[in-house]
């Protein structure tokens, strides 16, 4: 607890004794330089303009996109560049082969983070489309005989530990918007994000396993506050 | 500095006059009026003793406040049109509109009504380089439009089950005219996008002032999806109307429109539109119960620029496409904005469906010092 300065009064012709004065106001002196604490300090009373950068919270903002490979559809009536002849739909993105036919997480982006002790919040948002249709079973022509209704899911994971399993998304398109907070330790700490798309069917591998994109996202941010205790 | 320096008086025990005496209480009336880290003690300030919000300069919800009762339908004025639609009555160098439709369904460009609102009265907030700007923003798409006047845009339109069910299959593309083999133009590949767009002009809230947050708080390499105006139909989308997924692609919200799965048989396609916020009828003999939706993104990005931010709007951007490049290694994964209908007959495989927004609203939060 910091000192606090009782008043003492002199009246009138007296004479003050140097030591006893030196007392009273190395007290007062010992408590402003360096002695004030929250005894001493009202509610409110720093204000965002006297808070040094960072010493509250600390963010970190990592904006990125899918740089692993892309594949396209490879049906051979589909234009192959900005050069088509007529207007068509194409499609690109990650094949089965490209995430292990969905039987495992990939990870989608990896960050570090220098933390204070305190509560770490994550967040992690993108865009994502699904080929949900998968209308390519019938590639001899005619109807479309088969569906497959596809599904992906995200994770977020600190050091490894999963603190975040989301829903399954399985609209076509979708944005992915997924927030956390745990407690962390000082120190630097691993935020991983990573996704599991459905698996593959087993007559997913005979048609559409190393040829058909069915999935792809972009627009990834992630987006860390760690609030120091 | 802020550390009071005193000259003791013992053991000299002079006679002072008042100088001396005052020139110490100098001292400590100027260390207490600059207090700082040398007057404070180790970790002796509690979170009580600091401001409210010390970090979060800015926060605030806005919202349209459309609202429909229950049982009611939507106005017109909350239709947004896809480019491609006939009846699209911006011209063909616009691509993107914006979401300005009033509590009351009512389109508007009148500043605090719709989605463009000022931050901070007509003041605005100074930005700073280095702020984290977060825009949260959430839709509720309450349905797609319905059949388009004069033609068969819908895959559920006119036209025969098996034409519909060629279309649905998504190998081939483009040479559905005949309906003879493995074409169609798929579906799934289309969605909308939204984003906000900022005034850092002023307050006045007009609509030429609105730019890209790349452009305001210059972000390299963010879309300019305004700028990729497409192609008005018939023709092919021009090379440089796609944006390349592999760019910053981190200021926008997709919303899906409908998923269609194949057709099995001749009389039923399996189309299911993802919102639709009444029981719709329209569909030949298909009675769509799905509810609207409500899709939510977020946008979070560093400033690198300082400017006066005056106010906020969304916008919609019609329909667009996944595409891609596969003259390029890998391939490249690219959007363009959809410009022809769905009319096999009339050789366009394209969708121009506009869709029915209800409430529409985001918030901002701006950090500072973090």
Known sequence: MAYKWDAGYVENLDIVDGRQFDNTLNNLVGAVNGGLDRENLPSNCIQPTQIVSQNVAKCTVDRLNYEENTDAAAGSSYWTSLGFATRGNNLCGILYSSMQGGETNVEAAVTNIDCEEGMLQITWKCAQWINSHLTVYNAGGGFSSRYSLKGVYWQIKLDGNIVLNSRSYYMNWSNVKLECAVPVSKGNHEVRVEFNFANATEQDFTTIYDNTPVFHWWGGTIFTTNRFR | ?370
């Not at chain 2, 483009?174 to 579906?187: D, E, F, K, P, R």
């Not at chain 2, 007009?206 to 192609?231: H, K, Q, R, W």
């Not at chain 2, 969304?314 to 994964?333: H, K, M, N, Q, V």
């Open chain 2, 1 to 370: 500095m802020s550390r009071a320096t005193i000259t003791n008086f013992y053991p000299d025990n002079p006679v002072i006059d008042s100088v001396e005496l005052n020139n110490q209480y100098g001292q400590v009336q100027t260390a207490t009026a600059l207090i700082n880290e040398q007057n404070v003690r180790f970790e002796g300030v509690d979170t009580r003793q600091i401001a409210t919000n010390p970090v979060l300069v800015f926060g605030k919800q806005f919202t349209n406040d459309y609202k429909l009762t229950l049982g009611s339908a939507p106005a017109a004025g909350a239709l947004y049109l896809a480019k491609a639609d006939p009846a699209w009555p911006y011209g063909v160098n616009v691509s993107e509109i914006p979401i300005n439709h009033n509590s009351s369904g009512t389109k508007t460009a009148i500043i605090g009504n719709g989605t463009k609102f000022n931050m901070a009265a007509s003041t605005g907030i100074p930005i700073l380089v280095g702020d984290i700007i977060r825009i949260d923003l959430d839709i509720h798409a309450w349905s797609i439009q319905e059949q388009i006047a004069g033609i068969t845009d819908s895959p559920l339109g006119t036209m025969a089950a098996a034409a519909r069910a060629q279309l649905v299959n998504g190998i081939g593309g483009q040479t559905a005219l005949t309906y003879g083999g493995n074409y169609g133009s798929g579906m799934g590949e289309w969605c909308s996008l939204i984003y906000p767009k900022v005034n850092i002009t002023n307050g006045l809230g007009n609509d030429a002032n609105y730019v890209s947050l790349g452009t305001a708080f210059n972000i390299v390499g963010a879309p300019e999806f305004g700028n990729l105006i497409g192609e008005s139909g018939g023709a092919n989308p021009p090379s440089d109307s796609f944006f390349n997924l592999r760019d910053d692609f981190d200021n926008a919200m997709v919303l899906p429109i409908h998923h269609m799965s194949p057709a099995n048989n001749t009389s039923r396609v399996a189309f299911m539109p993802y919102y639709e916020g009444h029981r719709n009828t329209t569909y030949a003999d298909f009675n769509f119960d799905m509810p609207p939706l409500r899709e939510a993104a977020s946008i979070i990005f560093v400033a690198n620029a300082n400017v006066t931010l005056y106010s906020i709007q969304l916008y919609y951007s019609g329909i667009w496409r996944l595409a891609c490049d596969s003259s390029t290694s890998p391939d490249t994964p690219l959007l363009y904005l959809e410009g022809q209908p769905c009319d096999p007959t009339n050789n366009d495989f394209g969708v121009s469906t506009g869709v029915f927004l209800e409430e529409c609203r985001y918030g901002l939060q701006i950090l500072r010092r973090v």
